[in-house]
């Protein structure tokens, strides 16, 4: 069932539920901004500016929803404090000609990790916004499409083009590549609840064991072909599937059992769980906005 609708003039790049799952921020490649609306309602109730770059390829919530990091053009990852609408923090990669394309907070809230367009991963604290670790790929992952902390913060899943490596969020070390992921270009990793599992989009979608870095199922339908992005319910019940051919759908992940299409989001569309895995939000092209779903 559709329970609301967030209006928008342009393609949305991201959408991310706060952790009390009382609002979604959404950003889109016109202005700059970060939108806020009411999850009940659908109504906008703030914008979060001051990024000067247009285009805001990422956003993410701290864990405890007082912050909210975005990252986009130039290279530039910006912090506001959620209850002000103030910026708290701005973080520059090394190279600042690199675009921000995904960033993410740790599970204590501490650190920030943003892969860019020049094959590295930066790690900044969030209460200085001073670098902390350059996580450097070799030269065959040009651009780091997506990253993800695993829950219990230890390790880092980073998604580039040419593959999937685990890294030792402590030491900045790989310690898994996914076996039969070399070589093709993943746009979106999303860890289990239970850190155990990895699902990877790269044209379809696929689940790895975390600890041994093995394939362990992978969804075949046609209806998952050209898919860019995944998610998992916090529940760890269903990961939720985007298609960039305006397919989304759920798998029920102990069973492999695929339910119907939801919404039709667009290329490269961004999606989210409510914290409570009951509502997911995901872009329509069609329809030019982004839609909240009973799941």
Not at 180 to 203: H, I, K, W
């Amino acid at each position: 069932m559709l329970l609301a609708t967030l209006g928008s003039d342009t393609e949305i790049l991201s959408v991310a539920f706060s952790p009390d799952g009382k609002t979604v921020a959404t950003t889109g490649d016109d202005d700059g901004n970060v939108r806020l609306w009411d999850a009940a309602t659908g109504r906008r109730v703030s914008t979060l500016t001051g990024y000067t770059p247009r285009r805001l390829n990422s956003i993410a919530f701290s864990p405890d929803g007082r912050a909210l990091a975005a990252g986009g053009e130039s290279g530039v990852v910006q912090l506001w404090e959620t209850s002000t609408g103030h910026s708290a923090a701005t973080c520059t990669v090394a190279n600042r000609g690199a675009h921000i394309l995904s960033v993410a907070f740790s599970p204590d809230g501490k650190t920030l990790a943003a892969g860019d367009t020049d094959t590295q991963v930066q790690l900044w604290d969030v209460a200085t916004g001073r670098g902390t670790a350059t996580l450097a790929h070799p030269v065959d992952y040009p651009f780091i499409n997506s990253v993800a902390f695993s829950p219990d913060g230890t390790t880092l899943a980073v998604a580039g083009d040419s593959g999937v490596k685990l890294w030792d969020a402590a030491t900045g070390k790989t310690t898994v590549t996914l076996i039969g992921s070399t070589g093709q270009a993943a746009s979106s990793v999303a860890f289990s609840p239970d850190g155990s599992t990895l699902a990877v989009a790269n044209g379809s979608a696929f689940l790895w064991d975390v600890a041994t870095g093995q394939f362990t199922a992978g969804l075949s339908s046609d209806i998952h072909q050209g898919v860019t992005v995944v998610a998992f319910s916090p529940d760890g019940k269903t990961l939720a599937v985007g298609s960039k051919y305006g397919k989304a759908t759920q798998w029920n992940v102990a069973t492999g059992e695929n339910t119907p299409t939801l919404v039709r989001p667009a290329i490269s569309a961004p999606m989210a769980f409510s914290p409570d895995s009951r509502t997911l939000a995901a872009f329509s092209s069609a329809a030019n906005n982004v839609q909240l779903w009973s799941v």
